[in-house]
């Protein structure tokens, strides 16, 4: 296995040396006009695959185009960090909003930071109508935060006045949002869906537990609780015992349930679709994707993922045919699981008005879904994509996460770019593993105190 950026605490950090004389050296001929192809016959060869991660970062970012409308990034996450370098590959300048200096997302070379006292509700719509003050014109906004979504969906009339943003009819978003609302609709649509129920009361829990096949996958209804906090995510239940008083407690605070029953097949049987659909139900962009191991394992966030080509004549389609349906607008995702039983993929749940957290996956593969959706606002035509996946390419979001989850099964050779630590980009790298490694070593220290 080849690892496109090591990570800064790798003892083979310090092979990279000669690589780095021998980007200065090409930079310097960029500059000077002197032939690069020799430069690049001549580059060392210990540094193939890290030298692939910086001319991928870079090479959008390397031509004579440069666009004078900004872009803006709700989020300093690792989210908008591939946003952010998608972006700044097509030498797009981008302003990331945040409430916090120290996401790693408001760190990279790529974006300019902007303090916001809040990223919810009308403090945030004030915040982006001040910073639209400040640059002037229309920018391209770029969402990448769940809990905006919902303001920016009900001032969509204001935010469209100030920037370029697309997003569906208000309630197609409050169902999209809702996995209560959205199973309901999938359901009575005839979509491909796990069998399941969504639990209102406590009387419903007996009644249709009862009539389910266990183990069951319990969820809060709404996505906004468990994003700040307040309830627990999914859990997985084997047992009536179980499932009872998980969905007791998720009733309490969230106020619905959706019970479903688990869907037979492996953790890395996770597929995903990310899109940008524009103007006139134009699909602007769209890439298929695999992912080899979530956190916590089967349920949880990506943690490593890969192309899936082999499947985007059956996903993509039927991610098509949805959008359809609802007349969707905007970027997004939808996920699916491979059903071994009954030998069919089923829908696990939509991504509505925002980015994907794996969403550079695409951008690593070729498939630079921001800056086409960017381009498509200003109603420039599409650039030739730049494929450069073979299949090896694999996308994982931290280092933690070998210690997270699961051992992923990688393809032969891959490439792994983590999410966080670039060459070319390498602040929200040290931000996010040094401050990480501050704060976890507190809350171990705060477990011995006693209290």
Known sequence: MRHADRTPTSPETTASRALEIWMKQVSRARRTGLDLTAGFRHAPQHSEIRDKTWTHQRRGGLGSVYYEVPAVVILGGLNSLGVSRSLGAGNVTS????TRWLNPGMWSRYTNPVRSNSLEGEPLVQTLAQLQAKLGGRPVLFNTHELAVLALSEHRDCVNVQFRFRLPRHEIVLVLQDKARFHEFATSAGLPVPPGAVLRSQADIAKKLS????????????KASVHRGTVRGIAVCRSAREAVIACERVLEIAGEVLVQEWVDGRNDEIYFCLFYRGRNGQIVSMFTGRKLAS?????????????????????????????????????????????????????????????????????LCGVNIPLEAYRHELELPPEPRLRSSTGRIVWRASIWERLKTERPTLPRNAVIYDGYWRLDDPMPGLIQYSWGAVTTAFRQLQKHIPH
């Open 95 to 98: 302003y990331t909003i945040d």
């Open 211 to 222: 009539a389910s096949s266990f183990p069951l996958v319990i969820k809060p209804a709404d």
């Open 295 to 363: 956190s916590p394992p089967g349920i949880g966030l990506t943690a490593f993922c890969a192309e899936a080509a082999e499947t985007r004549q059956i996903l993509e389609p039927m991610t098509e045919a949805f959008l359809e349906t609802v007349d969707y607008a905007g970027m997004g995702s939808m996920e699916y699981k491979w059903d071994r039983t009954n030998r069919r993929f089923v829908i696990i749940e939509p991504t509505v008005g925002r980015t994907d957290w794996q969403e550079e996956i695409a951008t």
